[in-house]
């Protein structure tokens, strides 16, 4: 039998016809054109995503192996964990911080690069005239100006400490163009941007501090709305509209002691304060101040703005806790963004001595050397933002372009110019004139250069030729605020912490302390003036009368609020009120409405011994604190639809608590916004509407005992309104609001649903390019929480339901093992997109979960990750 032939088979399948080739073959010459620009359009796709790819993971950084640095004396370990927390041994502080700068700028130097250029006013030599007028205000305060002048009043070691941290800096900078350092700045190259990163230099570290500074100066935007209210709003109502503090309600921080002989004695009595009064500002001087709100607006909200800013921070002694030492938790409420505000750090000595002094571990900003908040082998501490009175508004009488008046003599502004570069168009020059008081903000827009040239005033003689509005604020005056940061991670006792808060000027913090020896403590520092008797804070006040004028004195450190170990066993801090209306000092009318600071001592009272597990449990705590006011009125209308009621069922045996999934929780909420435009939006300049915040809890609660009140009648109708039909109809509108946000069976509504985080990137994140925006944000989380509650996940009732501030961190610190400590950031410790821990942080957060807090070498050593050593160049 003879063989067949065997035909051979092709290795390129040539006789099986691709589908290109049938394509071909078949199909009309149109749709083969067609085929073929889908082709290149899909090819074009994939050379520019595989070119989008590389861009974006071209900056990501080395954290393994070996790297020369210059500027190292000897070699630095940098030891990753799983979600990139940096953990820096070094042998002295020098080279310790030349690491942290170096990782600083390997995860987040856009940010540093980014924050330099706030600071200094100039980010429109990068994002062109979009940014200018953001540019003139900032150059109007002159912070960089005030940066630079504060280098030498500073401590040597915190010079060096400055010049160590940008060396490691500029070290990762030296070779490594704007493409390797981050994606942003890749991006920006497409679209024709030329630029190249300057040095790092101890200003820029700074600087930095004024913007914290700003974004928590305190009432100044109150000064400003009150002084708007007065157009159309007698005293009375204003105060109804800005009730005073309720002591009874709200307990203070500090609820004992005085100043006797110019110091804080915590079991002393007190003393008398005064409260002067202010009459109403003529109407033609009004919108010099509403220039000013605008202006304020343009501001970056580097770490956020309005009634969500904030923190809560308690600790507990050893007999409150179920380790037999202290616990000390914080949560800084800030403004969200991706990426968050703080990194977390260890900064570790291999062996202490004269040379290395460093070990402690916590939040840092990048663009700042050291730890901001957390602990060091001895103590552990936590901030609040104390949040007193350190600005004031002067309405200024001016005479000619370059005069100002005061008791009737016309004095000599001081006038300066400087230029603002613009990407892509002409420089602009900026003349900047400043009285005593400080620099006149409302210059910022041409104009509104002079307003009110006809406005009367209650003072004789000759007014000038108009008004201007100029600033006093105490971050303008150079303060020596960056010696505490280094000091406070080098302190091991109260007194080392006491002396490391004399020096934290701006902004002034609630520093809340804990040791391993067992104590606890609170201090109260900052700089903040001391008035003349025509000044009380409450309103912006006439600068032509020097009655008016600050003394040129601030309240002494001693004489500022402070208490160690006291009898109850705990200290909460949560931006109410810091003392009682005794103390002799003005420190601020406008507190916080003290809602998350009652909650948080009502559950330590409740808890008695607290473990770990159980302060976690306290700062997730979505327990809305008018639920339990408003709720009752709500059950009792009556007269309403069944497909009304079902909606008002809800209510019915709800606990309170805001967790994302809770349908109760989103209805009141939606009651809460529609009842707060139907009583005040008729009312009030839309500049004034209500935010919702812990102030409006404590507004509405007033009225609601008065069901006949002028604030329910709706100026906008015929007929007169009272409480319940208010109430009514909020109650319509939100049913109906959520019916067509998210079902019509009011039993799968849920409020993440329409509360959510959107974690944006200020810049790129909101270039209106969507696929950029993809890149660098991470939106649509789904949280509990809300405003003025203990998990503080605030939303403005103006906007919308969604996240305007929420805790950047979390934190919770074991005396008794450091080890067994907690922690979790908003997202995650880099700055690049491509990262993993961009926000790998994010998901747990969400959840309430934490990480295991390793501090102690063996401890990092076993959640350690990546090793990168860094060793000498020279």
């Not at 993971?57 to 630095?76: C, F, N, S």
């Not at 570069?421 to 104009?447: C, K, M, N, Q, W």
């Not at 302190?491 to 080392?496: I, L, P, Q, R, V």
Request: hydrophobic share 40%; aromatic share 8%.
């Amino acid at each position: 039998m003879s063989e067949q032939p065997v035909t051979p088979v092709s290795t390129h399948n040539d006789a099986v016809p691709s589908a290109w080739q049938i394509l071909r073959s078949a199909a009309p010459r149109p749709v083969r054109w067609v085929a073929w620009i889908a082709l290149g359009l899909v090819l074009l796709l994939l050379v520019l995503a595989a070119v989008t790819t590389w861009a974006v993971r071209r900056p990501l950084p080395q954290v393994d192996g070996t790297v020369e640095v210059t500027g190292l004396a000897a070699e630095v370990e940098v030891i990753r964990d799983d979600h990139g927390i940096a953990h820096i041994y070094a042998e002295s502080d020098a080279d310790l911080l030349r690491g942290q700068g170096w990782v600083h700028a390997q995860e987040r130097f856009f940010e540093m690069d980014l924050r330099r250029h706030v600071t200094a006013g100039r980010l429109s030599e990068i994002f062109g005239e979009e940014t200018l007028e953001t540019d003139k205000f900032i150059r109007t305060m002159g912070w960089r100006r005030v940066a630079e002048r504060e280098w030498a009043l500073l401590r040597p070691d915190t010079r060096d400490a400055l010049t160590a941290y940008a060396e490691g800096v500029n070290a990762y900078l030296a070779s490594r163009s704007p493409s390797r350092l981050a994606a942003e700045y890749a991006v920006l190259g497409l679209g024709g941007l030329d630029y190249e990163p300057e040095p790092w230099t101890p200003v820029d570290s700074l600087a930095w501090l004024k913007a914290m500074a700003w974004d928590l100066r305190g009432n100044m935007e109150d000064e400003v709305d009150r002084v708007l209210l007065s157009l159309d709003h007698d005293v009375e109502q204003i105060e109804q509209l800005h009730p005073a503090y309720d002591y009874d309600a709200h307990p203070p921080i500090v609820t004992g002691g005085g100043v006797v002989d110019g110091v804080f004695e915590q079991n002393a009595s007190g003393n008398a304060t005064r409260n002067p009064t202010r009459p109403a500002w003529p109407a033609a001087a009004v919108p010099a101040f509403a220039q000013v709100k605008e202006r304020m607006a343009a501001v970056p909200e580097l770490l956020g703005r309005g009634d969500g800013i904030g923190s809560n921070s308690w600790v507990v002694d050893g007999d409150h806790s179920a380790t037999g030492a202290p616990l000390l938790a914080n949560d800084p409420h800030l403004g969200i963004s991706q990426p968050g505000i703080w990194v977390q750090m260890g900064l570790h000595c291999t062996k202490a001595s004269a040379d290395c002094t460093l070990d402690s571990s916590g939040f840092t900003f990048s663009g700042v050397p050291g730890v901001i908040i957390g602990h060091n082998a001895d103590i552990a501490w936590g901030f609040t933002n104390l949040g007193p009175d350190v600005t004031d508004l002067f309405l200024e009488q001016t005479d000619g372009d370059d005069r100002w008046i005061q008791d009737g003599r016309s004095r000599p502004m001081a006038v300066r110019t400087e230029t603002i570069e613009v990407a892509g168009g002409d420089d602009f020059e900026l003349r900047i004139r400043e009285t005593d008081h400080g620099p006149l903000i409302s210059d910022v827009s041409a104009d509104f250069a002079t307003v009110g040239a006809n406005a009367p005033t209650d003072e004789p003689g000759e007014r000038g030729t108009g008004y201007a509005v100029a600033l006093a604020w105490t971050a303008l005056d150079p303060s020596p605020t960056a010696d505490a940061i280094l000091m406070l991670n080098r302190a091991s006792d109260w007194d080392e912490f006491r002396e490391a808060a004399a020096s934290f000027a701006v902004p002034a913090q609630n520093l809340v302390y804990a040791d391993r020896e067992g104590h606890i403590g609170y201090q109260a520092p900052g700089r903040v003036p001391i008035r003349k008797s025509g000044n009380d804070g409450w309103m912006p006040v006439e600068g032509w009368v020097s009655a008016n004028d600050w003394t040129g004195d601030f309240i002494p450190f001693d004489g500022l609020p402070s208490v160690l170990d006291p009898d109850e066993g705990f200290i909460v801090t949560a931006n109410q009120a810091v003392v009682d209306e005794r103390y002799p000092y003005l420190l601020t009318r406008d507190w916080d409405a003290g809602y998350r600071s009652t909650r948080i001592r009502t559950l330590l009272e409740q808890e008695g011994e607290l473990s770990i597990g159980e302060m976690e449990s306290l700062q997730l705590d979505s327990v809305n604190p008018m639920g339990a006011v408003l709720v009752p009125y709500l059950l009792d209308i009556d007269d309403l639809s069944p497909y009304h009621r079902r909606a008002q069922r809800l209510l019915a045996d709800w606990d309170f608590s805001q967790p994302a999934d809770s349908a109760p929780a989103a209805y009141f909420n939606a009651v809460w916004r529609h009842l707060l435009a139907l009583t005040f939006h008729d009312d009030l300049r839309e500049g004034n509407w209500p935010d919702g915040g812990g102030r409006w809890f404590q507004v509405v609660s007033g009225l609601l005992d008065d069901p006949a009140g002028p604030w329910w009648d709706n100026a906008d109708t015929d007929v007169v309104e009272r409480r319940d039909d208010i109430l009514r109809q909020a109650m319509m509108d939100a049913r109906d609001d959520l019916t067509r946000r998210q079902a019509r069976d009011p039993r799968r509504w849920t409020w993440g649903h329409i509360h959510r985080m959107d974690l944006r990137s200020g810049t790129l994140g909101e270039s209106g390019i969507a696929p950029i925006e993809r890149l660098f944000n991470r939106d649509g989380w789904k949280v509990g929480g809300g405003g003025s509650i203990v998990d503080a996940t605030a939303w403005d009732a103006v906007q919308g339901y969604e996240v305007t501030s929420a805790p950047s961190m979390r934190m919770i610190v074991s005396l008794a093992d450091l080890d067994d400590s907690r922690w979790i950031n908003l997202t995650g410790v880099s700055g690049h997109p491509a990262s993993s821990h961009y926000s790998d942080q994010t998901e747990l957060w969400v959840k309430g979960d934490y990480l295991t807090w390793a501090f102690s070498r063996d401890a990092v050593e076993a959640a350690g990750k990546d090793t990168l050593v860094l060793r000498p160049a020279d």
